[in-house]
């Protein structure tokens, strides 16, 4: 494929007005030449633009370029590094440590396992970086097998314990029914009233 040197021209151009680093200038340029016509020149037009809106963050308005405000991030997964290492290896580079833990080896508790942007990756300052911090091996799977035979237990213990207060509940009103049963025997007593019927001896009298 033919190269395209008003591209690779234009770019170098845009680039170095942008003031982007060295490396970012030659992939613009190289990436341009080989994309012919208008979209090659649209390569370092959005590259400078994403140079400024990364750099111009932190210039302050000093007129710096916009390199001086990435930095890049440090290896904290060689090594076997400690998490709490790790922190401190990117707070030096003005970086943040974003810790996550993830299962794995119990070998690997505490340890840094993984991370995100990987090394040597360049990226504004003040960057969140998350760790990956080993948590050991995962819990047990709790199956669905599990769950239902848990859950019908507790419904059976619920209903043995319900059924028991039932019973309580029972055995004390029929305790309280019984004994005003017995007291209202004692109403019989009235048929004594029958001896008014001796009054008949009266009519006995009024013959007389």
Do not use: C
């Not at 341009?32 to 750099?55: D, E, K, Q």
């Not at 000093?62 to 997964?77: A, E, F, K, S």
């Not at 990226?123 to 819990?139: M, R």
């Amino acid at each position: 494929m033919a190269l395209d040197g008003l591209n690779a021209a234009a770019a170098a151009a845009i680039l170095s007005q942008a003031k982007v680093d060295s490396a970012t200038k030659t992939r613009g340029v190289i990436v341009s030449a080989f994309v012919p016509g208008p979209l090659g020149l649209a390569v370092p037009v959005i590259m400078a633009r994403n140079a400024r809106s990364l750099g111009g963050a932190g210039g302050g308005g000093g007129g710096g370029t916009p390199g001086t405000n990435l930095v890049m991030v440090p290896d904290v997964v060689t090594g076997h590094i400690k998490a709490g290492a790790a922190t401190d290896m990117l707070t030096a580079k003005r970086l943040v440590a974003d810790p996550e833990p993830t299962f794995g080896d119990d070998a690997d508790i505490g340890f840094v396992v993984a991370q995100d942007p990987p090394a040597a990756t360049r990226v504004p300052l003040d960057s969140e970086v998350t760790i990956f911090v080993g948590a050991g091996k995962p819990p047990p799977d709790t199956t669905d097998t599990d769950l239902d035979k848990d859950l019908t237990n507790k419904i059976a213990q619920a209903v043995t314990t319900l059924t028991a207060k039932l019973d309580e509940i029972e055995n004390k009103i029929s305790a309280m029914g019984g004994g005003s049963g017995a007291t209202g025997a004692t109403g019989a007593t009235g048929a004594t009233g029958a001896t008014g019927s001796t009054g008949a001896t009266g009519d006995t009298g009024g013959k007389k």
